[in-house]
């Protein structure tokens, strides 16, 4: 069973920034994808907010792109959501996830961090 924890949200006003990281106990493939997901109140699914495949590939929601940054940690378990320019759109609970490819679709993860909550204010 592969494990994944989140850290770093927080509450931060409009223009602010914050970063997460997750760090995965193991891996169950042999190349994997780490990806960001967060989900707003009253939000029915889970979006995906930033995804990095095992080559390094990235890639980033719309509403993202140009403010937040994807990246790897020297350790091969670690990712970090370097978030930049936070609006109140960006509330949510941030969630972590893994699998073999970055999927679109909650569904297609088969492990999921606790989460860690984002709060900007206006």
């Known amino acids: 069973q592969v494990q994944l924890m989140e850290s770093g949200g927080g509450s931060v006003q409009a223009g602010g920034s914050l970063r997460l990281s997750c760090t995965a106990s193991?891996?169950?493939?042999?190349?994997?994808?780490m990806t960001w997901f967060r989900q707003a109140p009253g939000q029915e699914e889970r979006e995906r907010v930033a995804c990095i495949e095992d080559n390094g590939t990235t890639e980033y929601r719309d509403s993202v792109k140009g403010r937040f940054t994807i990246s790897k940690g020297n350790a091969k378990n670690t990712v970090f959501l370097q978030m930049n320019s936070l609006t109140p759109e960006d509330t949510a609970m941030y969630y972590c996830a893994s699998d073999a490819l970055c999927w679109i679709l909650p569904d297609k993860y088969n492990f999921w961090g606790q989460g860690t909550q984002v709060t900007v204010s206006s």
């Open positions: 193991r891996h169950t493939y042999s190349s994997y994808s």
